[in-house]
Structure formats: structure tokens, C-alpha cells
């Protein structure tokens, strides 16, 4: 039978993107739900052909531990709900594929991955640009020798949130939401640094860019950073609440550079290489691949991760990794100094 995932949240993100995307699955499907929403869950049931018996609310959540139909649990839900029900669902004795960010402090990523270990089972975070082939294309050339010594990484990642929408709503709240376009948008840029140099950073400097738009009163609208290398690469970062949807990735090397734009979006992104000839003329091919839903890749890909014993393309301590250095991003824009974030070699090219 299929890996059957119960859906925890079912906000725009888990009805736009991830329900839909099982009908190309070839390993996993939706066999429960989890939502405050009575009427709306019924609904999304009988679209989805998921039995009455199969549906949760928060509160009745642990009673998952009884209902063979269900593997994993996938949390949908803002940000600082993806500890509780990631603990929760390990103690009901469920797999976890947790949406990014992966919590909201350091210390709960430590207890999502021991409770993890003590169950025994998967705990995997929503990176889904890892199944889109231009990532993996892009990672490629980022580790052969075509772009010549890599030297800069640049990263945009932006959007215009909207305050009068619930999903806008939460993500304004730091409390529910942990940092403002950062911890949301950002992410991407320091994720995707990270695994196209497929290095860590050893220290970090940023700013706050100030905004007088009183939405932005708790969490902040544009930040940017800087990340250091020991390699000596240095990736710079901006992200925005406030602006045109952007998603932007260059890579620049002593030889070529290699672009990303769109880099991170649901669909048709797009990679291609420039090089430079003589400094007047250049070429530049635009890479082309079959579409492929990353959705539907990442939903498949914890249950082949499973059955093969291996780890996961996005495994907790990614996810913790990602959160440690938006922490220290925000240290430093706070103390307006840089921030050491030489922990050790976590990943060290
Ligand atoms: P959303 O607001 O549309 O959905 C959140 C759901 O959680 C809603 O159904 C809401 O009713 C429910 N909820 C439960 N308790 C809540 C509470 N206390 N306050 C507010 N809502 C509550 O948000 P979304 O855009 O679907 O984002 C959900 C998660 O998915 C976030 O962690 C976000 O970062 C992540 N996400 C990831 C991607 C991606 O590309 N990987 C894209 C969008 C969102």
C-alpha cells in the first residue's frame, strides 16, 4: 500500500500546493487531516476521498497514534506551532515532514530532532527546492569546475505580504511567526547558499533596513546580510515583505557566472550560465528540463527514504542549521556587529 500522510493545517500552502500534488505521487497519499475547521475539513475530506473516521481536530491530534492509515504527519501550520505537533506526532509514533522554518528557536529544533531519535522515526524539513531539477542542476555546476573559483553568491527572496489575509496575519505576529521576511522569505537565500557552496559560514554581519510602515511592527520587513566563508566566498542576502514577488539566485565565479531567476518558485524556474568573452560579447544557454512537481517529489521522497534506511535530502539538523544562522543574522543586525557562527564543521566543503 501507499505511505499515507495526514495533513496538519490547512491553510493556503496545504490546499494550493500540497493536496493537489499527491495525484502525481507514486509512493505516498493523503489519508487524514488535521484542522480546527470542521466544515472546512469535511469538505477537503470528500474532495480528497478521506474517510470521516480519518479526521482530527488539535486537540483530539494524539489519537493519530491509533490510526494505522496514517505514517506521517506533514505540519502546515505557523511557524511556532512546528515543535508541538512535531513532538506530538513522534509520541504518537508518526514520521514528521515539517514545514521550513523548522521551529522558531534553536532549542526546539533540538527537542524536535531527540524526540525524533527516541521514536525512532523520520524527521524531514519542507525544503522542496531539493526535487526541483534546477536546483540540482545548479548544485551540479556549483561543484565542477565551470564557473572557475566561486567567489560571490548573491540571493533576493521577496514578496508583498498582505496584512488584511489570515496567512499575512500570523506572519506579522512574532510570536506565532518568529521573525518577519527572514525567518519566512530569507530562508531560502541562506538554505540555498549553503547548498550550492555546500559550505557553512563562519561569521555573518546584517542590517536592518529601515521601513515606517507601522505593519512592521513587530517582525521586520527588509533585512540584509552578509555570510563569510573559510573558503573565502563570500554570499550576500536581501529579502522583503514589501515588494514584488523575487526570487533570485546568481553565482559568480573567476570564470562564468550561473544564474537562478526564478530560482526558488513552485514552478518553472529557470537556471543559465553566462561567461564572458573579452569583455564585450558573451553567451549565455538557458538550461531546459522536463517540468517536474517538486511537490509531488518531496511528498514521495520521505517514504523512499524510509524503505532504503537512508537519510533525507532535508533532514532536522539542515533545519536547525538554517534557524541557528537566522539567529545570529538577527544578532547582528541588533547589535549592528558580526557574529561568529563557527560552530564546528557542520558542513565543510
Ligand atoms: P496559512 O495561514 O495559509 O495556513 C496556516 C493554517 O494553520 C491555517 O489553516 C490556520 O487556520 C491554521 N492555524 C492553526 N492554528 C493557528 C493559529 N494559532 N494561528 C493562525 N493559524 C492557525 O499559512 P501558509 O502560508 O499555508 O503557511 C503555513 C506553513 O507553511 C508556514 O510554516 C510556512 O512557512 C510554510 N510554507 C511553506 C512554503 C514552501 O514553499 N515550502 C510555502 C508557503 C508556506
Known amino acids: 500500500r501507499k505511505f499515507g500522510y495526514a495533513i496538519v493545517g490547512l491553510g493556503n500552502y496545504a490546499i494550493n500546493q500540497i493536496l493537489p500534488a499527491f495525484s502525481e505521487c507514486q509512493h505516498a497519499c493523503v489519508t487524514a487531516l488535521v484542522s480546527g475547521n470542521k466544515?472546512?475539513?469535511?469538505?477537503?475530506?470528500?474532495?480528497?476521498?478521506?474517510?470521516?473516521?480519518?479526521?482530527?481536530?488539535?486537540?483530539?491530534?494524539?489519537?493519530?497514534?491509533?490510526?494505522?492509515e496514517i505514517d506521517a504527519v506533514y505540519i502546515i501550520l505557523p511557524?511556532?506551532?512546528?515543535?508541538?505537533?512535531?513532538?506530538?506526532?513522534?509520541?504518537?509514533?508518526?514520521?514528521?515532514?515539517?514545514?521550513?522554518?523548522?521551529?522558531?528557536?534553536?532549542?526546539?529544533?533540538?527537542?524536535?530532532?531527540?524526540?525524533?531519535?527516541?521514536?525512532?522515526?523520520?524527521?524531514?524539513?519542507?525544503?522542496?527546492?531539493?526535487?526541483?531539477?534546477?536546483?540540482?542542476?545548479?548544485?551540479s555546476i556549483a561543484c565542477g569546475d565551470q564557473l572557475g573559483k566561486l567567489k560571490i553568491i548573491e540571493t533576493t527572496n521577496a514578496q508583498m505580504l498582505n496584512p488584511t489575509d489570515s496567512a499575512g496575519q500570523w506572519r506579522l505576529n512574532k510570536k506565532l511567526a518568529g521573525g518577519g521576511s527572514l525567518i519566512d522569505n530569507g530562508i531560502y537565500g541562506i538554505n540555498g547558499s549553503r547548498y550550492l557552496l555546500n559550505e557553512d559560514p563562519i561569521e555573518v554581519k546584517a542590517t536592518f533596513v529601515p521601513t515606517d510602515n507601522p505593519i512592521f511592527k513587530e517582525v521586520e520587513d527588509r533585512i540584509l546580510w552578509a555570510m563569510f566563508?573559510?573558503?573565502?566566498?563570500?554570499?550576500?542576502?536581501?529579502?522583503?515583505?514589501?515588494?514584488?514577488?523575487?526570487?533570485?539566485?546568481?553565482?559568480?565565479?573567476?570564470?562564468?557566472?550561473?544564474?537562478?531567476?526564478?530560482?526558488?518558485?513552485y514552478w518553472a524556474n529557470k537556471v543559465s550560465?553566462?561567461?564572458s568573452m573579452h569583455h564585450i560579447s558573451s553567451f549565455?544557454?538557458?538550461?531546459?528540463?522536463?517540468?517536474?512537481?517538486?511537490?509531488?517529489?518531496?511528498?514521495?521522497?520521505?517514504?523512499?527514504?524510509?524503505?532504503?534506511?537512508?537519510?533525507?535530502?532535508?533532514?532536522?539538523?539542515?533545519?536547525?542549521?538554517?534557524?541557528?544562522?537566522?539567529k545570529a543574522i538577527y544578532e547582528a543586525a541588533y547589535n549592528n556587529s558580526s557574529v561568529s557562527t563557527d560552530w564546528g564543521d557542520w558542513r565543510q566543503a
Open 284 to 326: 549565455k544557454s538557458t538550461f531546459k528540463f522536463d517540468q517536474l512537481n517538486q511537490f509531488s517529489a518531496q511528498l514521495d521522497h520521505l517514504p523512499i527514504s524510509i524503505a532504503r534506511k537512508s537519510e533525507t535530502l532535508a533532514t532536522g539538523e539542515e533545519g536547525m542549521q538554517d534557524l541557528r544562522l537566522i
Open 79 to 139: 511557524n511556532s506551532l512546528h515543535a508541538e505537533f512535531t513532538i506530538r506526532a513522534f509520541k504518537a509514533g508518526k514520521h514528521v515532514l515539517c514545514e521550513k522554518p523548522m521551529a522558531v528557536t534553536v532549542e526546539e529544533c533540538q527537542n524536535m530532532i531527540k524526540a525524533g531519535k527516541e521514536a525512532g522515526k523520520k524527521l524531514m524539513i519542507g525544503y522542496r527546492c531539493h526535487f526541483d531539477p534546477v536546483t540540482q542542476k545548479a548544485i
Open 229 to 265: 566563508y573559510r573558503s573565502g566566498v563570500v554570499s550576500h542576502g536581501i529579502c522583503s515583505y514589501s515588494t514584488n514577488v523575487t526570487s533570485h539566485f546568481s553565482l559568480i565565479g573567476d570564470k562564468a557566472t550561473l544564474l537562478l531567476d526564478p530560482a526558488t518558485t
Open 39 to 68: 466544515e472546512k475539513s469535511n469538505r477537503i475530506a470528500e474532495q480528497y476521498g478521506i474517510e470521516k473516521s480519518h479526521l482530527y481536530s488539535y486537540e483530539d491530534f494524539d489519537k493519530i497514534a491509533d490510526d494505522p
Open 273 to 275: 550560465l553566462r561567461q
